[in-house]
């Protein structure tokens, strides 16, 4: 008889799925997605097994899945202990897994042979009849740890011991979701909103001892800050690289201790250097000879101005002699969400984002250009801005361009924003495009193409309800029409975009923050597919503001920060 493991896990308290799993749905399909480890996704493979010490020297598994994350383009690893615990590992190449698609694999072993059959096509490969189970256990999902930790999601998990179970579900009307026994929660669609929510907390407290201290955790991957109290909420990032030094990174934190400055070694990121800010916002680095870090501040400081009304922004200077960001020159600024640096024709330009002023949202946002003879920043142009959250810069062949997020007016958050061409030594409107709360524009090329992509954040209008299940957009250059058209909308809870490439392969990631009900929410990972970017992998974060990608000594990771929970998360990204 067919042996359901995946049942066998997860009906042994039928009212609820069991820690670390949450159900979702693709495609009109249901399956399980694994938040975290647990032990009760395992068992003594005695249970189903009895009173046997070999494995059956022929049996079938049948397999259900639909990948997340992209491990192996064209093949799939079967890992085994063998003889004296050593591990065998085959490869059945040219299995194409990873197209966003639910796939149903049996794998039977015959008495000389394994066949694997994908959506019915039968690789043959050798197989030894003698595999030792005294003492194994059966995983669903992981094998206990975080690390393998399956990230797509599963369907359908039989054991049938004794025979080839190819013949009893090919051939299928629907060959990719051919089912022999799959959990009865999985036949129904699911109703509205019972998607499991995944909590993270805190297993570590925060003392004196511990104060300016990061700590990595590395089970849960989590980056931990503590100014000597509580755990400080990270709100923006920023990644750079310091010659001599290696990777950096710079964390806002709105709390008077200030933000910090981290540097990147073997155990993870390290704190550095703290900087004393007001309120901080956002951080940019940029280079002019020099490294340099600019924070955008929020709050007053009568360090600067007796009214401490008034904020002051910061421009840092890295010190080759002392290792450190020393204060270089500070600029007057208005509640600044972002700073955008740039270089055009020789000169260096800072864009700040002025949100607002006491009340008042649309104000001048400000274009700063570097006088080599004052060897400042002084003030080049200003542009009228509506809450202004992000300035992105990019060019396309000869042009320059300047693209604002415009959030809040006051009133509304439907707003547009303009993207802006340079002409003549100055920007002028290119283009207005339609958004609700803007917060983020992130600009990214694939091959000859162009896009924009915008994260809105929620509509609000007067005093009406905040609506915060919107379209975030896709825009790509039109190089005939000389505009940005529409080319994909994609339903989120955004305030941040981050394009990487893996390989050949492009992803973006989306930072969802709130639905109007809760911070804790998945954010998701999207790859190009042939008609534009699909979903391929969930990561559970907490009121997510900022993502950013980076590479360490050929591995590549995610980390993002949280503007609720206090705790930054580093994912390593796996590929092969």
Known sequence: LPLDLLSFVLERDPSKLVPGVHMKQAGGVRGIHFSSPDTALSFPSSQILVNCDLFPKEFSIVLT???????????LHFLYKGHRGVVEHWVFRGTQLADSQW??????????????????????????????IQGSRFHIGSRGLWKGLFSGLLRQ???VPGSDATHQICPSSDPQLAALSVPPLFLDLPATGTEARVSVGLEKSCSEQLQGQLWFNPLKKGLYLCDGTVWNTVLELQLFQV????????????????????????????????ISTNGALAWRHFSMGNKYLVVSNSG??????KDSQADFSVIYKWSKRRKR????????????RDWEA?????????????????????IDSVIYRWNRLSKSFEVHQMLQTSGAYDWEFFTVGPYYFLVVANAFDGVTTSLDSVIYIWVNGNFQVFQKIKTFCATDWEMFQIDSRVFLVVANGHRLHGNGPSQYTINSTIYELDMSAQLFVRFQDIVTYAVDWEFFSLGQEYFLVVANSFNGESYSLNSILYWQGYEGFVPVHWLPTIGCSDWEFFSAKGESYLIYSSAKAPLSKVFMLKTY
């Not at 072993?109 to 043959?124: E, N, R, Y």
């Not at 204060?327 to 509640?335: D, G, S």
């Not at 740039?342 to 649309?362: C, E, M, P, S, W």
């Open 243 to 274: 010659p001599g030094m290696g990777l950096m990174a710079a964390m806002a934190h709105r709390s008077a201790s200030g933000s910090a400055v981290y540097l990147w070694t073997k155990t993870g990121f390290q704190l550095y250097q703290n």
């Open 342 to 362: 740039f270089n055009i024709d020789g000169h260096t330009y800072l864009a700040v984002a002025n949100h607002r002023q006491d009340k008042n949202h649309t």
């Open 157 to 159: 998990l039989v054991l």
């Open 325 to 336: 960001f020393v204060q270089f020159q500070t600029l007057q600024t208005h509640c600044a």
């Open 65 to 75: 899945l639909k990948l997340g994350l992209k491990f192996s383009g064209k093949r």
């Open 300 to 305: 007053g400081d009568r360090r600067f101005n």
């Open 103 to 132: 796939h149903t694999l049996v794998l039977a072993i015959g008495s000389h042979h394994v066949k694997l059959t994908v959506d019915c096509s039968s690789p043959v490969e050798p197989f030894p009849s003698d595999l030792n």
